[in-house]
Nanobody
Framework: QVHLVESGGGLEQAGGSLRLSCAAS????????MGWFRQAPGKEREFVAG????????YYADSVKGRFTISRDNAKNTVYLQMSSLKPADTAAYFC????????????????WGQGTQVTVSS
């Protein structure tokens, strides 16, 4: 069973930085793409960033491109989301996700989800 646990959320001022982590277990981490999604109150969950199984390919939503960086450490079974130049619009619960099939792309599809970590950006 795939288990994903996010950490690193919190309260940050606009312009600040946070780094989210997601520890994965339950299957061979290095065989699957990983992604980050977010959901703000009253809004649908949206894709933020994805990284393929090897870490060589990444993909970002336009709203975070140039500010967020996704990376992975296959030796630690962990994926990260470095968030910089934070904006109040980035306030949301952030979820990591694991690819549905082996060797899928950074675009997905994603099938397994963590419980989320809250990020709040104050103006």
């Amino acid at each position: 069973q795939v288990h994903l646990v996010e950490s690193g959320g919190g309260l940050e001022q606009a312009g600040g930085s946070l780094r989210l982590s997601c520890a994965a277990s339950g299957r061979t981490f290095s065989n699957y793409a990983m992604g980050w999604f977010r959901q703000a109150p009253g809004k649908e969950r949206e894709f933020v960033a994805g990284i393929n199984y090897s870490g060589r390919t990444t993909y970002y939503a336009d709203s975070v491109k140039g500010r967020f960086t996704i990376s992975r450490d296959n030796a630690k079974n962990t994926v990260y989301l470095q968030m910089s130049s934070l904006k109040p619009a980035d306030t949301a619960a952030y979820f990591c996700a694991s690819g549905r099939t082996t060797y899928s792309s950074a675009y997905g599809p994603y099938a397994y989800w963590g419980q989320g970590t809250q990020v709040t950006v104050s103006s």
